[in-house]
C-alpha cells in the first residue's frame, strides 16, 4: 500500500521539474493526481502517470485565472469524488534590480506565486469547509492538506527578485493563515523551500546536472518525498511549518521571535533615548544587514 492510497490531489505548474517529481511520487503512492500547468505539457505527464499504472487528468490552466481554478476544483471533484490535498507548485522568475524592474515584470510573477496559491486555496477550502459544515454531530471533518511552495529567497530576501521574494515571504505568511483558518474544518497548511535544479536556475554552475554514479543533491526528485509525508496520515499533527528540502537534508525553520526588547518605563519614546537602548536592542548582534542564505551549500 501507498502512503497516499485514496487520496485525491491537484499539483500546479506539475508539467515539468520539480513539480512533475510530486505528481509522479503521489500517483507511485496511490494518490489520483490532477496535473495543472499553464502549458501542455500537463497532458503528457497525466498521459505517463496513466501509462505506468496510475490515475491521473491534466488541467491546462493558469492559477491567475480565478474561475478557472474553480472550474479545476470541481472537475477534480467530479472525476475522483473528492479533492483531499492541493500542492502548489507553480512559479516563474522575471528578475531585475528593483530600480529597473517593469510593472509587468512585478505584477506577472506576485500574480503566479501569490495569487495562484490563494486561487486554490479558496476554491478547495470553500469545498472543504461545505463539506465539513454538513456533518453530523460527533463526526470528524476528513484530513486535508494544502502543501505552499516558497523559497530561500522569501525566506532570506534574495537581490534583484523584489518581485519573486517578496511573493515567496507573502507565501510563508498565507501559509500560517491558511493553517489558523482552516484548521477547523481537518486542514494542515504547510510550505516547503526546495533547494534543487529547476527550469529557473539550471543555469547556475552549482545547480549543473551532476555528473557520473554520485548522489546528485539537486535532483528535484529530491524533494517530493517530503511533500508525500506532509500529504500522509503520518503528518495530521503538522501545521504551519516551513521547511528547506534539499538533497538528502530536510531543514524546519523555526517561526519568528523576538530577539530583543526595551521599554520607555510608561512614558513617549525620544531620538535620545532611543539610541540611549542601543546595546541593549542589538546586543552582540549586529544591527547590519544579515547575510544571505539559510544552511549551508553543499
Not at 503520518?234 to 528540502?245: E, K, P, W
Request: hydrophobic share 40%; charged share 20%; net charge negative.
Amino acid at each position: 500500500m501507498g502512503a497516499l492510497d485514496g487520496k485525491v490531489a491537484i499539483i500546479t505548474g506539475a508539467g515539468q521539474g520539480v513539480g512533475r517529481c510530486h505528481a509522479e511520487l503521489f500517483a507511485a503512492e496511490g494518490a489520483a493526481v490532477v496535473v495543472n500547468d499553464f502549458a501542455d505539457s500537463c497532458h503528457e505527464v497525466a498521459a505517463a502517470i496513466n501509462d505506468a499504472g496510475g490515475r491521473a487528468i491534466a488541467e491546462q490552466c493558469s492559477v491567475t485565472d480565478w474561475d478557472a481554478v474553480g472550474a479545476m476544483v470541481k472537475r477534480t471533484i467530479q472525476e475522483f469524488g473528492d479533492l483531499d490535498i492541493v500542492v502548489n507548485n507553480a512559479g516563474f522568475v522575471r528578475d531585475a534590480m528593483v530600480f529597473s524592474m517593469t510593472e509587468e515584470q512585478y505584477d506577472t510573477v506576485v500574480d503566479v506565486h501569490l495569487k495562484g496559491h490563494v486561487t486554490t486555496a479558496h476554491h478547495a477550502g470553500a469545498y472543504w469547509r461545505h463539506v465539513a459544515k454538513s456533518l453530523g454531530d460527533g463526526e470528524s471533518p476528513k484530513q486535508r492538506r494544502v502543501i505552499n511552495t516558497t523559497s530561500e529567497s522569501g525566506l532570506f530576501g534574495g537581490p534583484a527578485q523584489a518581485n519573486y521574494g517578496s511573493a515567496k515571504g507573502g507565501i510563508i505568511t498565507l501559509t500560517r493563515i491558511l493553517a489558523k483558518e482552516l484548521g477547523k474544518y481537518g486542514v494542515t497548511s504547510n510550505c516547503i523551500a526546495p533547494r534543487a535544479r529547476t527550469k529557473m536556475n539550471e543555469m547556475i554552475p552549482m545547480f549543473a546536472p551532476h555528473e557520473g554514479d554520485g548522489f546528485d543533491p539537486y535532483d528535484p526528485a529530491h524533494v517530493s518525498p517530503m511533500l508525500a509525508w506532509l500529504a500522509s496520515d503520518h503528518a495530521s499533527d503538522v501545521n504551519g511549518q516551513t521547511f528547506i528540502v534539499t538533497g538528502d537534508e530536510i531543514h524546519r525553520m523555526a517561526e519568528p521571535t523576538v530577539a530583543a526588547s526595551v521599554t520607555a518605563g510608561d512614558q513617549r519614546w525620544t531620538v535620545d533615548a532611543i539610541d540611549a537602548q542601543r546595546s541593549a536592542l542589538f546586543g552582540a548582534d549586529s544591527p547590519s544587514l544579515p547575510p544571505w542564505g539559510g544552511p549551508p551549500m553543499r
